[in-house]
């Protein structure tokens, strides 16, 4: 795989102008695809990328997101649920040693660290675990 570090809507986007309409011999794997939108989603379907989110930013820095993002923005960070949606495989990652590896832990957090925010429901409350699990596998 071609794999590239991509933190941010706008960095995403040159990485997909850049790969679209080009022959590949390897798949493409965007880590950090948290703030991919998910109107990008139909050319990272047309590379054949893999977008990998740090969901963990849910729970560990989601009162920033909103913060510096604002909510309707936000609620679309790691848009897992669009990505299935449209068929499109994606993985889940932690970062490790930014934060402790527990991948079942990271999945099922869907409130800010405060727990003041219930996070993104529009991307991750649909996602049942044996989806997730099925389409991580590439």
């Known amino acids: 795989p ?11 986007q040159q990485l997909l102008d850049c790969l679209k309409g080009k022959q ?7 880590i ?8 990008q989603l139909p050319d990272v379907k047309s590379v054949s990328m ?3 989110f740090f969901v963990a930013h849910t729970y560990y820095w989601g009162d920033i997101h909103i913060e510096n993002f604002g909510m309707e923005r936000a609620k679309h960070i790691s848009c897992a ?3 299935m949606e449209m068929n499109i495989p994606f993985t889940f990652h932690q ?3 930014v934060i402790v590896p527990n991948m079942l832990e990271t999945i099922d957090k869907k409130r ?15 996602l049942c675990c044996n989806k997730v699990c099925c389409l ?3």
């Open 50 to 52: 893999i977008p990998s």
């Open 136 to 138: 991580s596998v590439f």
């Open 24 to 30: 590949q011999n390897v798949r493409p794997v965007m």
């Open 95 to 97: 970062d490790t040693p």
């Open 112 to 126: 800010s660290m405060s727990g003041k925010r219930r996070m993104y429901s529009c991307e991750r409350s649909h």
């Open 32 to 39: 950090h695809a948290q703030l991919l939108r998910p109107d």
């Open 81 to 83: 649920h669009s990505a």
């Open 2 to 12: 071609f794999i590239t570090h991509c933190n941010g809507d706008a960095a995403a």
